[in-house]
T-cell receptor, first 114, second 111 residues
Framework: NAGVTQTPKFRVLKTGQSMTLLCAQDMNHEYMYWYRQDPGMGLRLIHYSVGEGTTAKGEVPDGYNVSRLKKQNFLLGLESAAPSQTSVYFC?????????????FGPGTRLTVL | SQQGEEDPQALSIQEGENATMNCSYKTSINNLQWYRQNSGRGLVHLILIRSNEREKHSGRLRVTLDTSKKSSSLLITASRAADTASYFCATDKAAGNKLTFGGGTRVLVKP
């Protein structure tokens, strides 16, 4: 199993450009999440999904959109990138086999917005 | 806002020593989890303690939870250079298995 994979690993954008980050998991997990991590800080939840076709806002959703068209994929979009969105983005997933579930994380995407 | 706050922010110890870090949170929780992050990598789950548990062990890790004080501690015994990483606590209190992370403790284990 590959676990959780993220594409791309690195990206540099100019202000105003758009891009999509792709997260894929092969563990048949229901729940998927997008976080951002700024230097020296913990992770903050951007958006999440509790199943195919559903999405919900997290703590810091402004400037981002998401889609979960397939159970194994969770896409994060930036419509008009801003320097404040320079960060490392992590995707995670978890299953519903129990009430208390650990999250499995991808390796991250390092995004720089100039 | 961050639910969990770790203390200390950074810790430097010699190999073989124990490392202790603390996490405080603000509201009631279902469970509390600890994760490790090596430099430039994603987070890896270490241990989960439920709100009705007080102590849990996993290998060289010992986690305690005091819900009356809204705090948890992570103890790493007999530390190794490979334990050098950032450690984050995360609380789970809402539907959707959403986690709220603290700011992390950076641990440096010197050989």
């Amino acid at each position: 199993n590959a676990g959780v994979t993220q594409t791309p690993k690195f990206r540099v954008l100019k202000t105003g450009q758009s891009m999509t980050l792709l997260c894929a998991q092969d563990m048949n997990h229901e729940y998927m999440y997008w976080y951002r991590q700024d230097p020296g800080m913990g992770l903050r939840l951007i958006h999440y999904s509790v199943g195919e076709g559903t999405t919900a806002k997290g703590e810091v959703p402004d400037g981002y959109n998401v889609s979960r068209l397939k159970k194994q994929n969770f896409l994060l979009g930036l419509e008009s990138a801003a320097p404040s969105q320079t960060s490392v983005y992590f995707c995670a997933s978890t299953g519903t086999s129990g009430i208390y579930n650990e999250q499995f994380f991808g390796p991250g995407t390092r995004l720089t917005v100039l | 806002s961050q639910q969990g706050e770790e203390d200390p922010q950074a810790l430097s110890i010699q190999e073989g020593e124990n490392a202790t870090m603390n996490c405080s949170y603000k509201t009631s929780i279902n469970n509390l989890q600890w994760y490790r992050q090596n430099s430039g990598r994603g987070l890896v789950h270490l241990i989960l303690i439920r709100s009705n548990e007080r102590e849990k062990h996993s290998g060289r890790l010992r986690v305690t939870l005091d819900t009356s004080k809204k705090s948890s501690s992570l103890l790493i015994t007999a530390s190794r250079a490979a334990d050098t990483a950032s450690y984050f606590c995360a609380t789970d209190k809402a539907a959707g298995n959403k986690l709220t992370f603290g700011g992390g403790t950076r641990v440096l284990v010197k050989p």
